[in-house]
């Protein structure tokens, strides 16, 4: 079995993803074929012996879409894909502007003169009057919708295409409905002359131009989206150094040249360009990009680097170990993009019946017309009943129901600074049965800072005092937490040391007021021959927490322990309490030890807590979760997070987490408050409620109407439904649907 991925052009809709996955699936050999239409792959694997790709790409391109064989972008590629959609964005957005305005237009000149209840006929140049001219008045129409078609061109070069090729779309639909609406509009202008009184009603141009111009919406605010969610990737790749300087001749040479068994040097603010072993030299070294752990990691001969991270105060001498596709960040990049595709995006309901919904139309407006053509009526009442059918099945409420809900409800979610990537997540976040929270700068604040301060032989003022001034002078973050703690207490006139040594991997040494300071771990002091043993039970109860505590001693005596730790967010407990009230399981993953992670769950009261997971190993553990067959969200925020946030049904991100999971990510909590998950998934609940009445009501419309336009009353010896009509009731269902979507807009989380 092979398994490959394909680029796959000229998709709209989930009908056109699910056209692609039925007839590819329908090969011989093919195991299995998944479309995401956010990222525009399909991942096939197949049986090399019974089908080729040529075969496949045959059998796509019949169906009416592109396919070809899917490989890593070259940098300037990349550039120009980026370009050409930017471009394309910013066209949709002109052609939307253009149609919005002749639509608004079209619409106070042909519902103007018709207002109901009495209402005054807005002011209208005489020349352009219904009464007195109308000829004029439904050229002027006529002349108002051709711009509006011409920027909804799209939807007809597409939808006709698809409907060619046997495979109706949303967008098929739409060009049906907006066609027959302008054709008939055209017969009745050149037929007005005839009979003013009666052909001057039948104009429908609004009805072509509105349908398209609010179709045309939705459809700009969905590209829009998926932009922003293929950024992750490039991201990613930004991090691994462009050039890296070779030890034994000082050259500067491409990342990609180099070799396993290479030596390179890393000077301070430098990146390391690929993973490695220290061969020489100590420094700190900075990987929150990539494990999402706020202390920076001591490196030392014999330590291992990660590509990608940074060299924050040492030179490096470091042996390359893996290179390309071998190194952790370029397993990271592969595990984002197999998240991305096999993450199928759910199909909106309306998308889901096109297939059905549009044959049928056009099928019962044909009877109809036939039926009636047979029974011996003339022409134009056979052309009013087809219209009147293709009119009033018009997918104005249907293709409404579901984005205004969606605009409403993800407005809604901005206030409350919870920012939803696309509809579709807005769809199945109600479904979340598991939540899964990573631990730094999730559930904890993501920044080391003061816990305890434990004199010994001293007071608490003269331990602070003796700390601060020692670490005033060196730039670690634990040394940072410290001085900090010291200054809120007000110790902020420090004395400075006469000299001071850093100490890798152990802490450091100074001269303070003639007398030798120590601040470091129980190693250095035990150095320095400094009895530490009063203390050790709290090292180790600290320790057991995940806290970092620091000795400290004057003159070889020992002035106590200051401990220091990455803290719990207030709102935390409090939120993840909110989630198990609704009926969800929490649980904590992280790459912490166990009895660190067990001491912040116990805290925070978690349902589950899994620890000493490597980046790369994240992901897996929610494709486990769900395998079990749960519905998980993933809430995270450094780029160690960004496959688990992609492989998970919901990944959320924290605001200030880095750009790569935020990119990653389907919702972003803007004000990183984990009490802003619970309210996210009351709002998706309340959405799709929300859109489940609209296709209530959409439905019932069509059920309704359709019959009655295909002359089931007159049948009967009642009216025959005009066209004018059913445009009315088109937009009556249409204006239905808007108000029941504003409504959502009131609701409270």
């Given at each position: 079995m092979k398994e490959e991925r394909y680029d796959i052009s000229g998709m709209h809709c989930a009908a056109c993803s699910a056209s692609v996955e039925k007839v590819t699936r329908r090969l011989p050999g093919v195991e299995r074929s998944d479309v995401n239409l956010t990222t525009g792959i399909m991942t096939i694997r197949y049986d090399e012996t019974q089908v080729g790709p040529e075969q496949i790409v045959a059998k796509v391109e019949k169906a009416g879409f592109g396919a070809t064989l899917h490989g890593r972008k070259t940098e300037q590629a990349e550039k120009d894909a980026k370009g050409g959609e930017e471009a394309a964005l910013r066209r949709k957005k002109?052609?939307?502007?253009?149609?919005?305005?002749?639509?608004?237009?079209?619409?106070?000149?042909?519902?103007?003169?018709?207002?109901?209840f009495g209402l005054p006929a807005l002011p209208l140049p005489d020349i352009?009057?219904?009464?007195?001219?109308?000829?004029?008045?439904?050229?002027?129409?006529?002349?108002?919708?051709?711009?509006?078609?011409?920027?909804?061109?799209?939807?007809?070069?597409?939808?006709?295409?698809?409907?060619?090729?046997?495979?109706?779309?949303?967008?098929?639909?739409?060009?049906?409905?907006?066609?027959?609406?302008?054709?008939?509009?055209?017969?009745?202008?050149?037929?007005?002359?005839?009979?003013?009184?009666?052909?001057?009603?039948?104009?429908?141009?609004?009805?072509?131009?509105?349908?398209?111009?609010?179709?045309?919406?939705?459809?700009?605010?969905?590209?829009?989206?998926?932009?922003?969610?293929?950024?992750?990737?490039?991201?990613?790749?930004?991090?691994?150094?462009?050039?890296?300087?070779?030890?034994?001749?000082?050259?500067?040479?491409?990342?990609?040249?180099?070799?396993?068994?290479?030596?390179?040097?890393?000077?301070?603010?430098q990146r390391v360009p690929v993973d490695g072993v220290v061969t020489k030299g100590e420094s700190s070294v900075n990987e929150a990009m990539l494990t999402g752990e706020s202390l920076p990691v001591e490196k030392a001969a014999g330590s291992e680097v990660i590509g990608g991270s940074v060299n924050q105060n040492g030179v490096l001498y470091v042996q390359v170990t893996r290179t390309g596709e071998d190194t952790t960040l370029a397993r990271?990049?592969?595990?984002?993009e197999d998240a991305q595709g096999k993450k199928a995006p759910i199909s909106k309901t309306a998308d889901k019946v096109a297939g059905v919904f549009v044959p049928a139309v056009i099928a019962i407006a044909l009877l109809a017309a036939a039926a009636w053509a047979i029974a011996g009526q003339p022409f134009a009442f056979v052309l009013r009943v087809f219209t009147s059918v293709l009119v009033i099945a018009c997918p104005c409420a249907l293709g409404l129901a579901t984005p205004t809900a969606i605009m409403v409800g993800t407005g809604l979610g901005a206030r409350h600074g919870i920012l939803i990537r696309s509809g579709e997540i807005l769809e199945i976040t109600h479904s979340v049965d598991t939540v899964v929270l990573d631990k730094t700068g999730t559930v904890t604040e993501g920044a080391p800072a003061v816990t305890e301060v434990l004199p010994y032989q001293c007071d608490v003022d003269t331990l602070l005092r003796t700390a601060a001034a020692m670490e005033s002078v060196s730039a670690h973050p634990l040394a940072e937490a410290i001085t900090a703690y010291a200054a809120g207490k007000g110790f902020t006139d420090l004395e400075k040391p006469e000299s001071f040594e850093n100490l890798s991997g152990r802490g450091l040494a100074a001269e303070?007021?003639?007398?030798?300071?120590?601040?470091?771990?129980?190693?250095?002091?035990?150095?320095?021959?400094?009895?530490?043993?009063?203390?050790?039970?709290?090292?180790?109860?600290?320790?057991?927490?995940?806290?970092?505590?620091?000795?400290?001693?004057?003159?070889?005596?020992?002035?106590?322990?200051?401990?220091?730790?990455?803290?719990?967010?207030?709102t935390s407990a409090a939120a993840i309490q909110q989630m198990k009230d609704q009926g969800i399981r929490v649980v904590l993953l992280t790459g912490d030890n166990r009895a660190a992670a067990e001491h912040i769950g116990n805290l925070v009261g978690v349902d589950q807590v899994i620890a000493e997971v490597l980046p790369e190993e994240k992901a897996g553990v929610i494709q486990q979760l769900q395998d079990q067959g749960r519905k998980v969200m993933m809430v995270g925020d450094g780029i160690n997070d960004?496959?688990?946030?992609?492989?998970?049904?919901?990944?959320?991100?924290?605001?200030?987490?880095?750009?790569?999971?935020?990119?990653?990510?389907?919702?972003?909590?803007?004000?990183?408050?984990?009490?802003?998950?619970?309210?996210?998934?009351?709002?998706?609940?309340?959405?799709?409620?929300?859109?489940?009445?609209?296709?209530?009501?959409?439905?019932?419309?069509?059920?309704?109407?359709?019959?009655?336009?295909?002359?089931?009353?007159?049948?009967?010896?009642?009216?025959?439904?005009?066209?004018?009509?059913?445009?009315?009731?088109?937009?009556?269902?249409?204006?239905c649907v808007v108000g029941n979507a504003l409504r959502l807009g009131r609701a409270k989380l």
């Amino acid at each position: 079995m092979k398994e490959e991925r394909y680029d796959i052009s000229g998709m709209h809709c989930a009908a056109c993803s699910a056209s692609v996955e039925k007839v590819t699936r329908r090969l011989p050999g093919v195991e299995r074929s998944d479309v995401n239409l956010t990222t525009g792959i399909m991942t096939i694997r197949y049986d090399e012996t019974q089908v080729g790709p040529e075969q496949i790409v045959a059998k796509v391109e019949k169906a009416g879409f592109g396919a070809t064989l899917h490989g890593r972008k070259t940098e300037q590629a990349e550039k120009d894909a980026k370009g050409g959609e930017e471009a394309a964005l910013r066209r949709k957005k002109w052609e939307l502007i253009t149609a919005a305005v002749f639509s608004v237009a079209l619409l106070y000149v042909s519902m103007g003169q018709m207002l109901p209840f009495g209402l005054p006929a807005l002011p209208l140049p005489d020349i352009f009057s219904m009464h007195t001219h109308p000829v004029n008045f439904a050229i002027l129409q006529l002349l108002l919708t051709v711009p509006v078609l011409y920027c909804g061109r799209h939807f007809f070069t597409s939808g006709f295409k698809a409907l060619f090729h046997g495979n109706p779309n949303m967008d098929s639909l739409v060009a049906i409905g907006s066609a027959c609406s302008f054709a008939y509009s055209v017969v009745m202008t050149f037929l007005i002359s005839d009979d003013p009184h009666v052909y001057v009603h039948n104009l429908y141009y609004e009805s072509a131009a509105v349908v398209l111009t609010l179709v045309s919406l939705g459809k700009f605010l969905e590209s829009r989206n998926m932009q922003k969610t293929k950024g992750a990737i490039t991201a990613l790749m930004r991090l691994s150094p462009d050039t890296a300087i070779l030890a034994d001749s000082g050259r500067e040479v491409p990342t990609k040249s180099l070799k396993t068994g290479d030596i390179v040097l890393v000077k301070p603010g430098q990146r390391v360009p690929v993973d490695g072993v220290v061969t020489k030299g100590e420094s700190s070294v900075n990987e929150a990009m990539l494990t999402g752990e706020s202390l920076p990691v001591e490196k030392a001969a014999g330590s291992e680097v990660i590509g990608g991270s940074v060299n924050q105060n040492g030179v490096l001498y470091v042996q390359v170990t893996r290179t390309g596709e071998d190194t952790t960040l370029a397993r990271i990049i592969r595990f984002v993009e197999d998240a991305q595709g096999k993450k199928a995006p759910i199909s909106k309901t309306a998308d889901k019946v096109a297939g059905v919904f549009v044959p049928a139309v056009i099928a019962i407006a044909l009877l109809a017309a036939a039926a009636w053509a047979i029974a011996g009526q003339p022409f134009a009442f056979v052309l009013r009943v087809f219209t009147s059918v293709l009119v009033i099945a018009c997918p104005c409420a249907l293709g409404l129901a579901t984005p205004t809900a969606i605009m409403v409800g993800t407005g809604l979610g901005a206030r409350h600074g919870i920012l939803i990537r696309s509809g579709e997540i807005l769809e199945i976040t109600h479904s979340v049965d598991t939540v899964v929270l990573d631990k730094t700068g999730t559930v904890t604040e993501g920044a080391p800072a003061v816990t305890e301060v434990l004199p010994y032989q001293c007071d608490v003022d003269t331990l602070l005092r003796t700390a601060a001034a020692m670490e005033s002078v060196s730039a670690h973050p634990l040394a940072e937490a410290i001085t900090a703690y010291a200054a809120g207490k007000g110790f902020t006139d420090l004395e400075k040391p006469e000299s001071f040594e850093n100490l890798s991997g152990r802490g450091l040494a100074a001269e303070l007021g003639g007398r030798t300071a120590l601040a470091g771990n129980r190693r250095l002091l035990e150095e320095r021959g400094v009895e530490v043993t009063p203390l050790l039970p709290d090292t180790e109860r600290l320790s057991a927490q995940g806290q970092t505590p620091m000795f400290f001693a004057l003159d070889g005596k020992l002035l106590g322990l200051i401990s220091v730790a990455d803290p719990v967010k207030e709102t935390s407990a409090a939120a993840i309490q909110q989630m198990k009230d609704q009926g969800i399981r929490v649980v904590l993953l992280t790459g912490d030890n166990r009895a660190a992670a067990e001491h912040i769950g116990n805290l925070v009261g978690v349902d589950q807590v899994i620890a000493e997971v490597l980046p790369e190993e994240k992901a897996g553990v929610i494709q486990q979760l769900q395998d079990q067959g749960r519905k998980v969200m993933m809430v995270g925020d450094g780029i160690n997070d960004a496959p688990a946030l992609t492989a998970a049904a919901v990944g959320c991100a924290i605001g200030s987490g880095s750009d790569i999971a935020i990119e990653s990510a389907d919702i972003v909590l803007m004000r990183s408050d984990l009490q802003d998950v619970p309210r996210a998934l009351r709002l998706s609940a309340l959405t799709l409620r929300d859109i489940k009445q609209n296709l209530f009501w959409a439905f019932c419309y069509n059920t309704v109407g359709i019959p009655i336009a295909a002359g089931l009353l007159y049948l009967f010896g009642g009216p025959l439904l005009s066209p004018m009509f059913a445009g009315a009731a088109m937009s009556l269902s249409s204006v239905c649907v808007v108000g029941n979507a504003l409504r959502l807009g009131r609701a409270k989380l």
